[in-house]
């Protein structure tokens, strides 16, 4: 099955302490409880993984609901989940003999390919086929295949608990930071840039167009002061989802980042967008003079709105 192929690409030579979940966007509440993991992984003198995964595991368990659209792609979060100091991430395919699988079986594959030896997860943590793996019966099972268990409170706020759910419903609103809040750090999304219709570009505003997998949330349509991170440098960005009313029939939703004191080719590279404060609705214009007044109004916003935002350190 592709968990066993999934678990031999990784070859430990000390025992582990893991961690189970999805973890999209590694959130304050997910970093609460990989603190918890690295704590306990270093006091015992345990290796600290992570086993997450690819999909969610909702798209294979009700597949006919509406899919969940991620907050990171595995490769982002593995890249957050190893700042926080976590020795090894394994991705894992949720697929339908994995459904199957009871929690024990599943722990005990964990326990000889990982060297699991402890475990760590929260309050809310149940696993295996019909849910059987919860917080009284995984302790048994450690017992039975000889690893440690333990659980931790959950991270809450004045909003209540700090969930995933939470985060995605302020980036679809384009609350931006009301998500920033709860993840600890700006929202971010990592794409392509293809090429465009070069509208940007004849107005003198030429803009990266951000090509972004379809299973990741995107905010509402809107300008947004972001960060734009390159591989040459971090770069200031006024930038625009949505339909381009001004020129197009409604139909192609854009993401399209004006990277400020910038001029280099960005085709087919890599970009990610790190999103501070959301400036406006979008808006149609009549002219093209007005829709310019618009653009020098908005490079001029973004500026302001990152002078006072200094990059996340994650």
């Given amino acids: ?97 994995l459904a199957q699988l009871s929690s024990r079986a599943f ?3 964990l326990h000889t ?9 929260g309050p809310d943590f149940a696993m295996g086929r019909n849910r059987d793996g919860t917080l009284n019966t995984l302790p048994v099972i450690g017992q039975e295949i000889g690893f440690g268990f333990a659980s931790i409170e959950l991270m809450t706020d004045s909003g209540g608990a700090v969930k995933s759910t939470k985060i995605r419903q302020h980036v679809a609103k384009g609350d931006v930071s009301g998500a920033a809040a709860l993840l600890g750090r700006n929202f971010s999304i990592s794409g392509v840039v293809g090429r465009g219709q070069m509208r940007g570009r004849q ?19 809107g300008i947004y002061a972001a960060w734009a991170h390159t591989s040459t440098g971090t770069y200031r960005a006024a930038t625009s989802i949505g339909l381009r009313p001004t020129f197009d029939d409604g139909t192609h939703r854009t993401i399209e980042a004006y990277l400020l004191d910038f001029s280099a080719d960005l085709y087919e590279q890599p970009i990610r967008l790190e999103f501070v404060r959301r400036l406006r609705d979008e808006e149609k214009y009549d002219t093209i003079e007005e829709l310019l007044r618009q653009i020098e109004l908005d490079v001029q916003n973004t500026r302001k709105a990152l002078e006072c935002h200094s990059l996340d350190e994650l």
């Fill in 1 to 97: 099955m592709s968990l066993d192929r999934d678990l031999s690409h990784l070859s430990l030579t000390r025992d582990s302490a893991v961690s189970i979940g999805m973890f999209d966007g590694v959130h304050r509440g997910h970093r609460h409880l990989i603190d918890r993991l690295v704590q306990e992984a270093r006091r015992s003198g345990l290796l600290a993984g992570v086993v997450t995964f690819r999909n969610h595991p909702l798209s294979v368990l009700k597949p006919d609901a509406d899919p969940i659209r991620l907050l990171t792609d595995v490769g982002e979060r593995e890249r957050l989940l190893e700042q926080l100091g976590v020795d090894f991430v394994v991705p894992v395919t949720f697929d339908h003999a």
């Fill in 107 to 109: 722990l005990a594959r």
């Fill in 113 to 121: 390919s990982l060297r699991m030896r402890h475990m760590v997860v």
């Fill in 203 to 221: 107005l003198g505003f030429p803009t990266a167009n951000l090509e972004v997998p379809s299973e990741l949330v995107t905010p509402a349509d």
